[in-house]
Nanobody, 126 residues
Framework: QVQLVESGGGLVQAGGSLRLSCAAS????????MGWFRQAPGEEREFAAA????????YYGSSAQGRFTISRDNAKNTVSLQMNSLKPEDTAVYYC???????????????????WGQGTQVTVSS
């Protein structure tokens, strides 16, 4: 079992930045492929970014490309999402997700992830 705890959400003005963090426990973090998703009220869960266990190639959803950066620190069991140039449409609950399945590395499909955090609210004001 894997426990994921997100932090770093909050209220920010449009154009600002936030850095989300996700702390993992319960399993060797270096074996987990990680992802960030977000969900706005009334919307489906949307892929933001993913990073494989090795920290190699990173993957981004179209709304995150060029503005968000995912990174991981296997020594600290954390994955982060740096979000710049935030827009009101980025307002959502952001979730950290994990999977040990190699076939799911870099996946944008939430069904490919086995463990989820409780989410952290990000609100971007105009």
């Amino acid at each position: 079992q894997v426990q994921l705890v997100e932090s770093g959400g909050g209220l920010v003005q449009a154009g600002g930045s936030l850095r989300l963090s996700c702390a993992a426990s319960g399993r060797s973090f270096s074996t987990l492929n990680m992802g960030w998703f977000r969900q706005a009220p009334g919307e489906e869960r949307e892929f933001a970014a993913a990073i494989p266990w090795s920290g190699g190639t990173t993957y981004y959803g179209s709304s995150a490309q060029g503005r968000f950066t995912i990174s991981r620190d296997n020594a600290k069991n954390t994955v982060s999402l740096q979000m710049n140039s935030l827009k009101p449409e980025d307002t959502a609950v952001y979730y950290c997700a994990a999977t040990p399945r190699s076939s799911s590395s870099g996946s944008s499909d939430p069904n490919d992830y086995d463990f989820w955090g409780q989410g952290t609210q990000v609100t971007v004001s105009s």
